[in-house]
């Protein structure tokens, strides 16, 4: 059977998602939780690959093998042998053709920013310390340009060779939720570090480096160099997931709001 497993993790002590020789990552550390309840090996392919000190308050993952252990149950047996910084919060028999990676029609990443003079010590590896103020009111102005399709190479870093570098962007937002400044983006599909660009673009515009409509003339000159920094892993999150055509998993909630991620912010 085809078994996808909903999960969150806290990547601080993970090399990301994907296995890696020699290195802690979230794949392999529940694929061998998974192997371990089900005696068999197993392989668990996820929908996307989060970096090294990325997070993920919603994550999707499957897997095929034979398993008698209830839906209901099987999280609880997993977690058993996880570490306290992962955990499976759901599993449900999905048909045989899902694929947690391309089933998935729109994904939602957030980045965290902790503004102000003094570091929170329990945010710093849940959020970007920021030590000076932001105009959030500019930087959502300039959030408004990332949305469509449109080239978004100016924002990306280089890394595995894409085919194209066009995608789209439903949404780009930037708010406050407390004493975070909050950016959420999502989209059909991300460039490598796309997120983490957008988002330190959005703090240069925060900043007044450049006027928010700067935004147009930086995605057409498609020129890395005009846009803001790659922000660093920790304020990023994958928040929210889009499976259409998989009643399966709508009791999961998985497009559902989810508040600010972070279990302790």
């Known amino acids: 059977m085809n078994i996808a497993i909903i999960l969150s993790y806290d990547g601080t002590a993970y090399h990301g998602w994907q296995t890696q020789k020699n290195a802690a990552t979230v794949q392999q550390t529940v694929t061998d939780a998974v192997a371990s309840v089900l005696g068999q090996d197993v392989s668990v392919s996820g929908v996307g690959r989060t970096d090294a000190g990325v997070h993920a308050r919603r994550y999707v993952a499957n897997f095929h093998a034979d398993c008698t252990i209830p839906m209901d149950r099987l999280p609880l047996a997993v977690n058993s042998h996880l570490p306290m910084d992962i955990a499976v919060s759901g ?148 928040s929210r997931l889009w499976y259409d055509g998989t009643p399966e998993l709508d009791a999961f909630h998985l497009a559902d709001e989810c508040g600010t991620p972070g279990g302790l912010l």
């Open 91 to 238: 599993a449900a028999v999905v048909p045989d053709s899902f694929d947690a990676r391309f089933s998935c029609t729109r994904k939602e990443y957030t980045y965290l920013i902790c503004p102000g003079r003094i570091r929170d010590p329990f945010a710093v590896s849940r959020s970007y310390f920021y030590p000076y103020p932001l105009d959030v009111g500019a930087m959502q102005q300039a959030a408004a340009h990332f949305i469509g399709r449109q080239d978004f190479a100016a924002v990306r870093s280089m890394g595995t060779p894409v085919k194209s570098t066009v995608r789209e962007i439903f949404t780009c937002s930037v708010d406050t939720v407390g004493r975070f400044v909050r950016i959420r983006v999502s989209a059909d599909g991300f460039l490598y570090n796309m997120v983490r660009a957008i988002s330190g673009t959005l703090l240069y515009a925060g900043q007044g480096k450049f006027p928010p409509d700067d935004v147009r003339r930086i995605l057409d000159s498609c020129d890395r160099e005009q846009a803001g920094p790659t922000l660093p892993p920790q304020g990023l999150y994958m």
